[in-house]
């Protein structure tokens, strides 16, 4: 258990829906990271969060955004949904945002179907 | 642009052998390189790490080498075990700008320990 939560599990739900995810950093950690698995991808960073703004961009969608709340937890939010976007969504959190290097610790992750 | 590559996508070893993981690597400006493993529907696990300063890390079972005029890194498991049967990614953080600490992955390998 690496102490990183994320809800729900699993969500199915239907192109052009709005969707939101849901993260639990570790306790401590100031930040949360969100990266997009699909099944031809790999790991794909989305987006940083460090003590509630916004770090750094990956590869994410318009359609896609996030935010990290006071009490650190972070919330994915995906928008006009297309089957593109089935995949496992992980969210990370380590201790620092910047100045060395600390190691993250994943969620299990959601996995979304679009159908 | 494939800044981490894994170039074998599967590896199949015997119990009690030596398990070789490879990574390959673009850009100069990575000095620190982490190994996850994961398993099916679960998020990545952190294994090991090694910076830029050191050739060779070591931890129990695992060693991870690192070949910076090579651009080269590898894991070895010594002795491999069929609990060690998972997708193993390579990462690096970026060394600086605006996207410190995202987390640049490889494809992964599937490793599969025979008993």
């Known amino acids: 258990d690496s102490g990183v939560t994320q809800t729900p599990k699993h969500l199915i739900t239907a192109t052009g829906q709005r969707v939101t995810l849901r993260c639990s950093p570790r306790s401590g950690d100031l930040s949360v990271y969100w990266y997009q698995q699909s099944l031809d991808q790999g790991l794909q960073f989305l987006i940083q969060y460090y003590n509630g703004e916004e770090r750094a961009k990956g590869n994410i969608l318009e359609r896609f955004s996030a935010q990290q709340f006071p009490d650190l937890h972070s919330e994915l939010n995906l928008s006009s949904l297309e089957l593109g976007d089935s995949a496992l969504y992980f969210c990370?959190?380590?201790?620092?945002?910047?100045?060395?290097?600390?190691?993250?610790?994943f969620g299990p992750g959601t996995r979304l179907t679009v159908l | 642009d494939q800044q981490v590559k894994q170039n074998s996508p599967s590896l199949s070893v015997q119990e009690g052998r030596i398990s070789i993981l490879n990574c390959d690597y673009t850009n100069s400006m990575f000095d620190y390189f982490l190994w996850y493993k994961k398993y099916p529907a679960e998020g990545p696990t952190f294994l090991i790490s090694i910076s830029s300063i050191k050739d060779k890390n070591e931890d129990g079972r695992f060693t991870v080498f690192l070949n910076k005029s090579a651009k080269h890194l590898s894991l070895h498991i010594v002795p491999s075990q069929p609990g060690d049967s998972a997708v193993y990614f390579c990462a690096a953080p970026n060394a600086g700008g605006t996207s410190y600490g995202k987390l640049t992955f490889g494809q992964g390998t599937i490793l599969t320990v025979h008993p």
């Open positions: 990370a959190s380590s201790v620092v945002g910047a100045g060395g290097y600390n190691e993250q610790f």
